[in-house]
């Protein structure tokens, strides 16, 4: 477990294991693990940089498709509860986590410009890969890198590196060291808020409904 202070970037709060005497190896800085769904708000924040194009009543086709790899076999992609209604509006798709729209809006964005997305919040290019099955989250992160990306978005498109020091000192007090990370705009803000517009909803009507009933009077997003 990871929380930040989304805006200064400070961590608050880190668990590396269930066992709290257990030392030698923290898996929130260093266990990398299959992120799925939490691929989808970045593809989602990603076609809503584009106002002109997309918009959260977009349409998006939701219907069975086959996808030849390099390989030559076919890759498959299904929806969670395996129901295809021919299209989805984009925030319906965001908030109910539907596979099938996600993977189409992957395809018009192309896979390059997605992945170069992802760069540019600071994902490392050594654990992308351009496969189709990458839009639904076949990537490994760790949760510290995880929480770097979903700070930006918390932030409202801001950027600050996480830093678990605010000063060090020497014993004669002075300052050696100060964390001064200045915030980086790095996206679009209008696109950032409707993308937590849209999380709010996984949680007011979407997957997470069940998390919105138990905390009536709390502002959420999920994923």
Not at 135 to 158: D, H
Request: aromatic share 12%.
């Amino acid at each position: 477990m990871i929380v930040t202070d989304k805006f200064t970037g400070e961590v608050n709060f880190l668990i590396g294991s269930s066992n709290l005497k257990f030392f030698s190896y923290n898996r929130a800085l260093k266990t990398c693990r299959s992120i799925g769904s939490l691929f989808k708000p970045i593809t989602y924040l990603t076609v809503l940089s584009n106002l002109k194009k997309y918009h959260l009543n977009t349409w998006i086709p939701n219907f069975p498709i086959s996808i030849k790899l390099q390989n030559g076999q076919n890759w498959i992609p299904k929806n969670n509860n395996y129901h295809f209604i021919g299209k989805i509006m984009l925030l319906d798709a965001l908030a109910n986590s539907v596979n099938i729209p996600t993977v189409n809006l992957s395809i018009q964005l192309r896979l390059k410009k997605l992945i170069n997305h992802w760069i540019s919040w600071g994902a490392l290019k050594r654990r992308l890969f351009f496969f189709p099955a990458i839009s639904l989250g076949a990537i490994n992160l760790t949760p510290i890198e995880v929480a770097q990306i979903f700070q930006i978005i918390a932030n409202k498109s801001y950027k600050i590196s996480l830093s678990s020091i605010r000063f060090i000192i020497s014993i004669d007090e002075k300052v050696l060291y100060q964390n001064l990370s200045q915030p980086e705009k790095i996206e679009s803000v209008e696109a950032v808020y409707l993308t937590l517009f849209s999380m709010q909803n996984v949680v007011n009507y979407g997957t997470e409904k069940s998390l919105g009933y138990l905390f009536k009077n709390v502002f959420l997003t999920g994923k």
